[in-house]
């Protein structure tokens, strides 16, 4: 019997989406996990009666989990099927992509590859930074999680598959610091675009020339990264 939603995101995020959740389904079971080690110990005969959903989330969910659900698994992808994978807003604005979105899918093994059940699209508005574009497509998976509550807190039936199929390149950390490690035969144009792009990273991976032995770092001021 389903009666339990395994909810995987942020402490921000938790109560919001529980309440979406439960605005379906008053008995429904909201069982708040944050990390690895928490999904770890949730006990088998709990998963054989829950559904795990997965919010903008880093933790990987083992294929040990996702078999003892008895009712699936569906993650909430802040990019669209053109992006899976790593820092899909930063990807995008490199490739001077003209769309965007957020997807809801299917979890399996690999990670952004099962059936896609849910996408929003929007157009990439001229001259957006990665923040602000990150911004907007966290705005539309609130979005689609909205939409998409109804189904997943009160219909024990998979969600129904689209007939769209995730890019078969998946964006990785590797890709990331590939991108970074700038040649020195880079055109003036392609330089400044991944200043721009990834230099605008929060994450310790910035755009980098070595040259003689050293390395060069091109990190954007934080008033520029919008």
Known sequence: MFDTVILLTGAIEQP???????????QLIILPVF???ELAAVEVTILRRARLIAFTTDVI???NVLDQLGYGAYNFHPGPPQYPGWAPAHFALYERAKEFGATLHVMVQRVDAGPIVGVELFVIPADISVADLEELAYAHLADLFWRSAKSLASCAEPLPELPIRWNER????????????IPLSISKEDLERRIKVFGA??????????????????VLPAEARG
């Not at 998946?170 to 490690?181: K, L, Q, T, V, Y």
């Not at 929060?202 to 091109?218: C, E, K, M, Y």
């Open 201 to 218: 990273s929060d994450s310790a991976i910035a755009p980098t020339i070595s040259l003689h032995g050293f390395q060069f770092r091109a």
């Open 170 to 181: 998946r964006n990785s950390r590797r890709g990331f610091e590939a991108i970074c490690d």
């Open 61 to 63: 969910v083992p294929q």
């Open 16 to 26: 919001v989406l529980a309440s979406d959740l439960r605005l379906h389904d008053l």
């Open 35 to 37: 990390t690895s080690d």
